[in-house]
T-cell receptor, first 116, second 114 residues
């Protein structure tokens, strides 16, 4: 597609529910990133994929967070047993990968999660 | 570890006035530096980037930034503000140019008044 598409745009969950957030990157983009943006803060790195391989998950805040990209295209970020502190905007970004010149991240509009 | 500090969470300028948004970074290796803009309910959009070479970088919408290694700064400027520039601006640093794992600052909200 023309841009990075994320769904749902808004999600309200009760504490303890599981949620799944979807990211459709730009076609052909090798690299895919997930960031978490809390209210009034800058985005913080969660995890990174190169094709289907999850190369870095150092930013995932707990084992309740899980991300996958099984076919190297669409990615899903899953949060189990949601807590109020999980409330944030979850941003997905993709890039061509490769050398520095190709590594401009294109961001989606984000999925805003509110946990009640 | 890398970090970014943006001085001033809110900046207000008059239309037509100079825009100056400050960014200082900390990095153990030569950094790659970026400025992104975020409009309400939209994703982050790249304004400009510094990787290597010329230290004065020009971006979209008339913005530019200068990499000053001695000051560890990468301030964003625009000679004349326009109402449409009102948005949130984020400075970011990457130490790994091949992976683009970015560390962002906390952002500066730019308000443009008549």
């Amino acid at each position: 597609g023309a841009g990075v598409s994320q769904s749902p745009r808004y999600k309200v969950a009760k504490r303890g529910q599981d949620v799944a957030l979807r990211c459709d990157p730009i076609s052909g983009h090798v690299s895919l990133f997930w960031y978490q943006q809390a209210l009034g803060q800058g985005p913080e790195f969660l995890t990174y994929f190169q094709n289907e391989a999850q190369l870095d998950k150092s930013g995932l805040p707990s084992d309740r967070f899980f991300a996958e990209r099984p076919e190297g295209s669409v990615s899903t970020l899953k949060i189990q047993r949601t807590q109020q502190e999980d409330s944030a905007v979850y941003l997905c970004a993709s890039s061509l990968g490769g050398g520095p010149g190709a590594n401009v991240l294109t961001f989606g509009a984000g999925s805003r999660l509110t946990v009640l | 570890a890398q970090s970014v500090t943006q001085l001033g969470s809110h900046v207000s300028v008059s239309e037509g006035a100079l825009v100056l948004l400050r960014c200082n970074y900390s990095s153990s290796v030569p950094p790659y530096l970026f400025w992104y803009v975020q409009y309400p309910n939209q994703g982050l959009q790249l304004l400009l980037k510094y990787t290597t070479g010329a230290t004065l970088v020009k971006g979209i919408n008339g913005f530019e930034a200068e990499f000053k290694k001695s000051e560890t700064s990468f301030h964003l400027t625009k000679p004349s503000a326009h109402m449409s520039d009102a948005a949130e601006y984020f400075c970011a640093v990457s130490e790994d140019g091949t992976a683009s794992k970015l560390t962002f600052g906390t952002g500066t909200r730019l308000q443009v008044t008549l």
